[in-house]
């Protein structure tokens, strides 16, 4: 199975499946010398557990990390970083009645019609227990970021027709859907009570904001930062939309409406120097922090749709493996809504893709690649 390696000069390669030993995560290329220990890691990963509240699935996992290489006495050592969780609380038999069923909303027949076979328990590794490779992975880049002044900050934009109308960052750690607007979150807790009553599930919109990004990182053409971006994003299993900015608002805008204007007033957003003395500004950020293919230096502004959770307990209508029409209905332990646990994995993805970007993109000036050599030969003179 190929598709499981992700980023260029930051690597990481997924593994396991949902009901096998366990999930894990490899990350190579993480420079030497960056602090790092298993709490690190775990603090990321409690925000993605399952068993957090009446709105995430009731499996019960720990979803304790292992850190198991490539960090010698709490430093990273530049060598692959690999990290691993254990399945403790599989129910399979849950699934037995899927063997020769295909799910509606899953994954189940593209695996068939691709490899033949397919481990029906929970969805293997299709399964959204996936995304705890990538949230540990994501932890090292958000603290690689970190050290580089860079935050990525991700929350629940809407739930179903339930939009925070408020960003309250301090409200998002306050209630189970990570919503920035306390009075939005009540709407929405009671809208997905309704929902989970009639045996159904919502989706929602994330949103996302990287500060502190300067300008220029990503590149012109292939390597895009919003490309790359949409590319990451796109690559978690429930999203189905990635836009950023204004997004599918700006094709209603006109031209003079969508650019952002430049200005050298220092009471706007600082995106980069000039000559002289004048700095560079941008009056407003409709381009969400991207312009080009490179960042701009305002904020980075993107949002992530996010389907609602095929796993439902009403009937549907499917077939099975034989092309037989059958009627569904799927047991087991789901999540009603899948956005407040998909906050920590789109605030991981982003901050692989960016960790990514801004160390292919250190030898873009002679200049650049001199100063490094100089602080090589400095150290090796001493």
Not at 49 to 64: I, L, V, Y
Not at 163 to 178: F, T
Request: glycine share 12%; with cysteine; hydrophobic share 35%.
């Amino acid at each position: 199975m190929s598709g499981s390696l992700f980023g260029k000069n930051l690597q990481l390669m997924t593994w396991g499946e949902s009901h096998g030993y366990g999930i894990g995560a490899v990350l190579d290329g993480v420079p030497a010398g960056l602090s790092l220990s298993e709490e690190d890691i775990q603090t990321y990963l409690d925000r993605r557990k399952p068993g957090q509240s009446a709105f995430t699935t009731q499996r019960s996992e720990s979803d304790t990390v292992i850190l198991m290489s490539g960090v010698f006495e709490g430093v990273t050592e530049g060598t692959p970083i690999s990290m691993m969780v254990k399945n403790a609380d599989q129910h399979s038999k849950d699934y037995s009645n899927l063997k020769d069923v295909y799910r509606p909303g899953h994954a189940d027949y593209g695996f068939d019609a691709k490899f033949g076979v397919r481990d029906y328990r929970g969805g293997g590794r299709s399964s959204g227990r996936e995304t705890a490779g990538r949230v540990m992975a994501g932890a090292v880049a958000a603290k690689i970021l970190s050290e580089l002044g860079i935050t990525v900050c991700a929350y629940t934009k809407a739930i179903g027709p339930v939009k925070a109308e408020k960003i309250d960052l301090a409200a998002v750690q306050e209630n189970p859907l990570y919503m920035p607007d306390a009075e939005a979150a009540e709407e929405a807790s009671e809208y997905l009570k309704d929902l989970q009553a009639k045996g159904d599930s919502a989706g929602g919109i994330i949103e996302c904001c990287v500060t502190g990004l300067p300008a220029g990182i990503g590149e012109p053409v292939f390597e895009k930062l919003d490309a790359s971006l949409a590319k990451a994003i796109l690559s978690i299993g429930a999203v189905k939309g990635f836009e950023i900015g204004e997004g599918f608002a700006a094709a209603g805008l006109t031209g003079s409406e969508n650019n952002d204007p430049f200005t050298a007033d220092p009471g706007s957003q600082k995106i980069g120097s000039a000559v002289g003395e004048n700095v560079i500004h941008k009056k407003t950020n409709h381009s969400g922090g991207t312009l080009g293919g490179m960042s701009d230096g305002s904020p980075l502004v993107f949002r992530a749709a996010v389907k609602p959770t095929p796993s439902i307990s009403s009937a549907q209508e499917t077939v099975t493996r034989e092309g037989e029409n059958t009627e569904i209905v799927i047991k087991g332990r789901h999540d009603p809504v899948i956005v407040p646990r998909a906050v920590v994995v789109v605030e991981c993805m982003a901050a692989l893709t960016i960790a990514d970007l801004l160390l292919t993109g250190q030898g873009s000036r002679l200049s650049d690649v001199k100063a490094y050599m100089d602080a090589v030969r400095g150290r090796q003179n001493r």
